[in-house]
C-alpha cells in the first residue's frame, strides 16, 4: 500500500539506474507536392504556313496527323491552341525547341506556357 502511494504521488523509489526507459518513436511521412503544370500554346499569325503547324505539332509534340491538324485550325480561327500540358521543364523544354525550330525555318510563329 505504501508503494502504491507513493508512485500515485510521483514519488519513484524503483529508479531505474540503467538510463533506459520508454519512448515512442514516431515516423514522419514526407508530402510530396503534385508538380504545377503547364499549358503549352501555339499563337495564330499571318505568315507561318499551315503545314509548318501541322509539323510542329507532329514533331514536337508527338500529335498524329489528324490530331495536329485539329490543333493547327484552332490556332487559325481561335488564335490560340494548346499543344498538351507539361510539369514545367517539359513545358520550357517544348517552347524553346518550338521557337528555335521556327526561326530556324524562318517563320514568326510563336510558342508560349502559362500556368494550368
Known amino acids: 500500500m505504501n508503494n502504491y502511494w507513493s508512485k500515485m504521488q510521483g514519488e519513484d523509489d524503483d529508479s531505474d539506474e ?9 515516423r514522419t511521412r514526407a508530402k510530396t507536392k503534385k508538380p504545377s503544370l503547364y499549358r503549352v500554346l501555339l499563337l495564330n499569325d499571318d505568315y507561318t ?3 509548318f ?24 480561327n481561335h488564335g490560340v491552341g494548346e499543344c498538351g500540358v507539361y510539369t514545367f521543364e517539359v513545358a520550357e523544354t517544348k517552347v524553346s525547341q518550338v521557337m528555335d525550330f521556327a526561326r530556324q525555318h524562318e517563320h514568326p510563329l510563336q510558342c508560349v506556357m502559362e500556368k494550368k
Open 53 to 76: 503547324v501541322v509539323h510542329v505539332l507532329e514533331r514536337f509534340f508527338r500529335k498524329t496527323r489528324d490530331e495536329a491538324t485539329q490543333i493547327m485550325l484552332h490556332v487559325h
Open 18 to 26: 540503467t538510463g533506459r526507459g520508454t519512448a515512442v518513436i514516431t
Open 49 to 51: 504556313p499551315m503545314e
